[in-house]
């Protein structure tokens, strides 16, 4: 499976360049589609080799792509053609992927006449973690909505329209040539308010979580001079239709601890959270078969494609 297109845009964090691919279902026809269904897949740890080449984030890709969605794959700063390099704290990341969160509401936007979106949050390992931290729609839709010339977010919606008019550009130039921002009285830059839904596959808890963020308390985050406060998982999750697929051989988390936590997501009051445990399957699913086993379930919440 290939990618439409690549390209960079700009973290919102910091305007650190980030390198992105666009996967879409072939053939699909935008216009009749009563819904309009799209998703963003981070990828695990930069340190530790992730980026969106990483084997489980394509199977992720091409399960959501054959379900007949519109697929955003990003690198987060220090993974593969992004620049800047990973933080500790997680904090940049985050922006990082809110980026790509902005871009996806407005391309979704974009692919057909108005009609609703449904935006799937999804990621593995450390991209899980940031994904369930992730600001609301409402809070993302602010953060985008009539954007300052030249800011980081205009920069996003153009690059937005740019990929959804089809227009090629230069892969080495294009992040530096933005001359077709968003004016401040641009009131296309209103996205959409899309139904979100989160998609964590092999979620890293405890100790783990804990050394790739120094402990840092993701629930709060900066843009800008804009300070959006995030409820925890735990708080947050059960609200969204979700899912979480683990194995149950994970060196990271162990079996017990992700049984307790996606029960506890569960037993919530009106939870909407699914939990499908893979027997054996580790934390980088190596088996053939455990991808199988992981489109199966991504597939299985989807529903009909």
């Known amino acids: 499976m290939k990618p439409v297109r690549e390209f960079y845009i700009p973290s919102v964090h910091d305007e650190t360049r980030l390198s992105c691919r666009i ?16 998703a963003v897949v981070a990828h695990p740890y930069a340190t530790l080799g992730g980026s969106n080449d990483d084997p489980v984030v394509l199977s992720i890709t091409a399960e959501l792509v054959r379900n007949g969605y519109t697929v955003l794959t990003l690198n987060f700063r220090g993974a593969s053609y992004s620049g800047g390099t990973t933080t500790w704290t997680a904090k940049a990341e985050m922006g990082d992927y809110v980026s790509a969160y902005g871009f996806m509401l407005k391309y979704s936007q974009l692919l057909g006449p108005p009609k609703p979106v449904e935006l799937v949050l999804a990621g593995y390992s450390y991209g899980s973690m940031i994904a369930s931290y992730q600001p609301s729609v409402e809070d993302v839709r602010a953060v985008f909505f009539k954007p300052k010339t030249n800011s980081s977010a205009a920069k996003i919606i153009a690059k937005a329209k740019q990929v959804a008019s089809g227009e090629e550009v230069n892969e080495d130039e294009e992040f530096y040539d933005f001359r077709r921002v968003v004016e401040i009285n641009d009131t296309e830059s209103d996205l959409p308010a899309a139904k979100i839904s989160f998609l964590l596959i092999s979620p890293i808890l405890s100790l783990a979580s804990g050394f790739v963020t120094l402990w840092a308390n993701l629930s709060k985050l900066w843009i800008g001079n804009k300070q959006i406060v995030t409820p925890a998982p735990e708080q947050r999750l059960p609200g969204k239709k979700t899912l979480v697929v683990y194995g149950t051989d994970d060196m990271f988390t162990s079996a017990k601890k992700l049984q307790a936590w996606t029960q506890k997501l569960k037993d919530a009051p009106e939870s909407q959270v699914d939990a499908v445990e893979v027997h054996m399957a580790g934390h980088f699913w190596m088996e053939q078969s455990f991808h199988q086993k992981l489109r199966q379930a991504i597939g299985n919440w989807l529903g009909p494609a």
């Open 23 to 38: 996967y879409q279902p072939e053939g699909l026809d935008y216009q009749q589609q009563p819904v309009i269904k799209a």
